[in-house]
Each structure stands twice: as C-alpha cells, then as structure tokens.
C-alpha cells in the first residue's frame, strides 16, 4: 500500500473510533436519563412534596428528605461560603505566592476530590461520636466541608482575573487593602462568586455517602438540626434497596428531583459564568 | 522668577537640572533608585515639582517614567518585592520614612554610592492612607468601579470624611464639574460607571480622584487609551484643574507634554536626563539626547 | 476651594484595625481548610489504630472479615477497590479520549458545542442516580443477556469457566467497575476537551499546513503538547473511581471475601463502610473500617497528589 493511501486509512479509521466512541458514551448516557425519565415522572405527584415518607404498603411522599436536604444544604453552603470566600480571598490577594499558600493550594486541591465517605467518617469521630447522636449539624458540617474547597478555588480563579489597575486604583485612593477588596474587587466580582457557590451546592446536593453517619436520615418530618435528619438522597439509598415496590418508586422518584435539581443548578451557574465573560 | 541651578552631570551619563525654587515645591524625588526585585530601574532621579503647574514626564517607554509615578504615591507598596531608596519630600515631611526604608537608605549611603541626609523617622512615612489622599492618580486604562457613577465619586471621600447627603451631593456635583463631565452624567448618576464611554470613564477617574482634594495627581498617560476628542477634553479638563491642584503626568505624546505642561523631565534608561521648563525643554535641549528625543530621531 | 481641607472635621480613626481583622479573617479561613484536611487524616489514623495494632500486617493480607469472631482481615475490599478502579479506568479513557478528540478535532463547531456542554452537565449527575440505573436496570439486562449465556456456554473447568462463574444476579465486580466507567465518562471527556481546547490554535496550523493528517496531528502534536496533563486528567478519573461509593454500593453484591472471577460478588472499601459503618456493633469492627478509610485516604492522596502537580505544570 502507498504511502499516502496508508495514511488515510489510517486516519479514516481514527476518525470512525472517535465518532464511535462519542456515540457509544451518549448512548449510555441517554439510557440513563430515559430511565430516569421513564421511571420517575410517573410518581411525580403533589403528595410526593406534601406528605412524609410512608410505610411500606401505604401512600405518602418525600416532604422530609425534601426539607431535610434544603436545611442541611443550606446551612452547610453557609459555612462553605464564608469559609471559601475568605480562604479564596486570601489566596488570591494576600498569601497566595507565599510557601504556606501553595500548601494551602494543593491541599485545597486534593480535598477537593478526595473520597467524600471519608469526610463522613471524619465529621463522624468529630461530631457525632463525641455527642452520643447523629445530628443535622454534622451533616451540615460534613457537606460544608466538601463544598468549601470548589467556593475556594473558583473564588481564587475570578479575583485573580480582576485587573490589578481596579486595586490601585483604589489603593490610589488611600482606601487600604482590606477595604478594596470588600467594596470594589468582591462587587466586580460579584457573579463569579455566585457562580462558585452554585457549583459547590449543586456538587453537595446530591451528595449521600457523607450524610449515612451523620445526619443518619429519619422518617418523619423534622426541622431541628440537633436530631438525626432525612435528606434526599439517603432516602433513595434507603428505599432502592428496600424489597418493596411503592418504596423503590419512590426511590425512582428522587432520584428524578435530585437530577432534576442538581441539573437546574449547573445550567444557572453556566449562564451567570458566561456572562460575567462577556 | 526661577532660582536657576543647573546640576553637574552624575555618572557616565550627563544631566542637567533647572530646578524651580525650593519654595514653591510641594513634592519632589531626591537621589531616588528604584527595584523590581533584584533589577534597578531607576538610578539617583530627582524630580522638583511646583505648586500649581503641570510637570510632564517624557521618554521612551522603559525609560521608568511611569515607575517614578508610581512611586511618588507609593503605589508600587502593593507588591512584595518593590521598593524605592532615597527620598520623597511632600510639603517639608519624608514619605519614605518607614524603618524598612529608613534601613536601605542607610544601606546604600553606607556603600557610598549615592550619599544623601538621612531623615528621621516619622508617622508622615508610615501612614501610607494619608500618602494617597494627599496624591492622587489616574492610570492609563480608565478604572471605574463596578458602582453607580455618584458612588464612583463619592468612593474616596467616604473613606475620610463623614458627610450628610447633602454635603456629598454638593462634593459629587463640583467635582464632577471640575472634571468637565457633570453636564454629560448629571441624569444618571446612579447608573453604572461601566456604561460610560472610554473618555468619559477617564474623566470619571479625575472627578473621583479630584473629590478628595489631593494636593497633588498623578496621571499615567492617561490619554493613550482615548481617541483625539477626548483627549482634547481631557486634556482642556488638566489645565482647568492646575488653578486648584498640582498635576505630574507620564505622556509619550510629545504635542501633548508641550501643549499643556509648564515643566518637562525628559528620561532615559531609568536616568532623568534633562528637567526645565517646557519652552525651553524643547526649544532649547541641553543634552545630545534630548535632542535627539524631541527632534523625533530616536524613541 | 477649601471646604474639604484634610484638617478639617471628622476624619475617621479607621483602616488599621480593619485591614488586620480582614486579612486574620482571610488567613484563618485558609488555614481552617487545612485543618479540615488535616482532621481527616488524624481522626482515621485515630479511629483506625486498634485495628493496625490487632492485626498488623495482617489486616492488608488477610480476606477473612467476620464481625462475629472480631478477625478483620482487609484484602477483598482493597482488591475490590483496585480492580473496579482499573477495569473502569480501562473502559473509560479511550472511550473519554475518543469523545474530546471528536469534539475538540472533528465535529462541527454547531453540534460540538451542545454535545460538550451536555458532557460537562453530566458529569454533575450525583452518583447515587448512576448507582440506581445500575441496579434497576444494568445489572438485570446484563444478568439475562451475557451473563447467563456465557456461564452457560463455558465448559466446565476452562478459563471461561474460571473467568466467568458467580451468581448470574449481575451483582458483580464487572458490572459495578461498568458503571463506574459510566459515571467517571463525561467527567473526564469533559476535563480532556478543555485540555485540548488549550493547545494554541497556531500550533495546530501549523501542523495542518504541513499537510499532516487529523490522526498525525492529534498523535504527535497535540497530545505530546498537552501530554502531562492528559496523564494528570487519567490520576483524577482514577481518583474518583477509588473513591466513589453510591455508584458501587449499590451493584457490586457486598461479598467480603476475595473475588473470585470478575463475575463474582465483591466489594470495595468505600462499599463495606457504607454498608456497615452505622450497624458496627463491637469497637472492632468500627476500627477495622476506619481502617478501610485511612488505607482509602492513603491511596487516593497518592493519586491525587500526582494528578495535581501533573496538572498544575500543565498550566502555562
């Protein structure tokens, strides 16, 4: 074979791999949302947001993951966004060059995906071992933990892409650095921020293995963070492998909220990051 | 009318000073080096600066015009690794009195380099807020803040003072005035200042650097990012503005340091070369390389 | 004119404290993370010493893990965890590789756009929802349609034999590491396109105006251009496969012992402490399993660890 016809054989043959290869990664991807889909839209009642989960064998919802998940979600995007932001901040405008802020970088870097069954058990041995009882608090604490290292690196990234002349600029003013940053560079940076933390709650609201030992899950509906909580995902955890079929429908069900949520996050904080772009 | 001192050339590199009198001087450089880390770039610079007037910095860009600029206010104190030895003398007082820069002038008078008087420590050099509410700057790329246009103004003056509404409406109007850009805002002052035009936003800057009152402002070629109408504003803007405060800026525009300027420091490779007024700067060049500069044969 | 003289009034005694408080604030902040970091490791190494010191070296070799004689021996789970992470691995990237270049090199820029994006959504899907597709539907289809014929056609005793026997459930090793593959997919075709994307597009004219061939150009331009990286992106797939759980708890059938076949019932670290974590009864069993967990935190550091320094040269 000649030469030029080898090559492109060759390259004909790379080509179809990779198409093959794309449609072969859509396709599994498609099937898992169709089932999502097909599964769960069936059960997507109003009681599945009013009532609480029931017993085996009779009727109810998910009202308690639901509010569960938003209150542990909440408070623990809380904490991560003042954590972040300051840890961000510092990075970027203070000890970022230092020895100490590269260590900080790359230990912020591996927390950020390091195993979050780990940082279960961590808040586990801090929290909830030491108080005799699983608590909202600690699942707050242990999705905070997994969401404050993304609120930290996307905060670093976008002061970093704020121009130093809007710093001197108001240096120039004898404003001092601390307030510069406050009032001028965290405005200017406004969305991106907002951004970050839309990506650290979507990351967290679908989050399950870290909330098995902390929050536990409860099956009635309860708003003090002191007791164990359910949340979404461990009720679908619970349910799923449960032998009944109204609980595995309901399984299916969250499943589709949580898809649906954590999808409806991504695609905000992609619209707000491609404006702050423009 | 000038106290005419012509200094004798420093080094290899001939220099030649007409410096105005001493009294009428509100900021001035003296024996100044200049470091980015372990490079120099500036070498023993003086720069005498007189109340009321307009003192051009020129050269060929690397020159270190805008570096001397920047370190008149001490902006360059952002960044670790920067620092000026010599002194900086505004109205009487040392700015360059902080132990860390009290310790590198001792140093390099020690080597006996360049020797210069020691000044004492003082409040005056550590209080780098006060420094910058006494010289203001406006940089070469218009720098609004992401805030309504009266904010913008007000953004400095609130750092200093407290005022009623009233006041800061008052503060707000006159310097916009000031800065020749009251009549083209006064509708929407509480839109964005990002949604002004390219000159406009550089006026802006005047109107927020002038509303702290500065003695003096410092101004980093602040026309290169402007087209010519603007500049023309801008520039009718500095000459309103020297009745009231003392302006220094970088241009490498020559029309521009002649049209508007009172005296003129033509620098090269981190040296001032030639300081006078501005007539006679380019009239009358002393050095060969002024000559050549302001003749247009190099640069 | 001198209505604003500095002199004058009310200047406010300020900027010291504030800019000290703030940049301690900033500080703190920073360091807490560390901490956190940090708090992870020591509560595991804590947690986990009873067990190290029981059952020495043991613990690493042993596949015996019976909670009621108290004997904990690691080896299934660590296997376990190894060997899904691979097989994904193996499934995974040349399938990521294929989908970035073809976005990055061959589709047009109107379709490759929304596929990409699409891509990048995906891999956001919480893993508990791969998990349940696994269960539900994966592994029933595959227990029906290549499970059970393969056991059924093997001769008894052949390699097949040998390979392939386990409960035809689909509850197994090879499926779990399947939807691992699955779920670490767009996830890292997602991370390879941007990495492609950073390959200057002079570079890459360059090269086609030589006359090189989209194959060549990928082989020996972009690729070796963007080369520690692509390896970087490998180590955080990697990352991910050894630690997820929810994908693997679901499927892989939660057997202690050392698997057999890779159609046998297995488990991996992040699976047995999911399962067992909160029903542990004696100390023991507690410590052997956050045992697991620092053996689980080591590895991924590791990988982790290398991922970043690959990546983080790539950067300029």
Redesign the interface.
Known sequence: MDRALF??V??GI??G??????L???T??V??LW??IT?GIGGLELKVFTESQPAPGSEGGLANAIVGSILMCGLGMVIAL??????G???A???G?TTY?H??R??????L???????G??V???LVAPFHGFSAYAGAVALA?LA??IV?RTTEDILALQ?N???????????????V????IW??A?TGLVTGGLLGF??I?????PL??TS?GNQFMNTHMSQPMASL?TT??QF??SAYDDW?RL??VG?LL??IA??SI??IG?ILARETHR | MNDVSIAAPTQAEEQYMVAPARENLVIEARKLDFFYGKNQSLYGVDLPVERNKITALIGPSGCGKSTLLRALNRIYDLYPGQHAVGRIVLDGNDMLTDRKSLQRLRDRNSTGATVDEEPQASRAGSDLTQLRARVGMVFQKPTPFPMSIYDNVAFGVKLYHRKSKSEMDAIVERSLRRAALWDEVKDKLNKSGLGLSGGQQQRLCVARGIAVEPEVLLLDEPASALDPISTAKLEETLMELKRDFTIVIVTHNLQQAARISDYTGFMFLGKMIEFGPTEDLFSNPRAQRTRDYVTGRFG | MTALAVSETSIKPRNAWGETLFRAACFSAATLLMAALAGVVISLVIGGWPAFKTFGFGFFTSSEWNPVTEVYGAAGPIVGTLITAFLSLVVALPLALGVAVFLVEFCPKPIANPIGVAVELLAGIPSIVYGMWGLFVFAPWFAQHVQLPLVMNAEPGSWMDKLFSGVPNGANIFTASMILAIMILPYMSAVFRELFMTVPAQVREAAYGLGCTPFEVIRSIIVPYVSKGVIGVIMLGLGRALGETMAVTFIIGNAHGFPHSIFDSGSTIASTIANEFTEATGEMHTAALVALGLVLFLITFAVLAVARLLLRGQKH
């Open positions: 090559r492109r060759t390259n790379f080509v791999a990779c198409g093959l290869a794309t072969i990664a859509l599994a991807l099937l898992i089932s999502l599964k003042v954590v972040g932001i300051l840890a901040t510092w990075l405008e203070y000890g060059q802020g260590v900080v790359f230990l912020n870097d591996v927390l995906s390091a195993p979050s069954i780990l940082v058990l961590f586990y041995e801090l933990i404050t290292p930290t121009p002349a809007l710093r001197e600029a108001g240096m120039a003013l004898g404003a001092s650095r601390a307030f940053i406050r009032s001028i405005k200017a406004r979507a990351r609201s679908g989050e399950t293995a098995l030992f536990l995902p679908i955890f799923a492998l595995q399984a299916w499943a949580i898809a954590v999808l991504n695609i992609r």
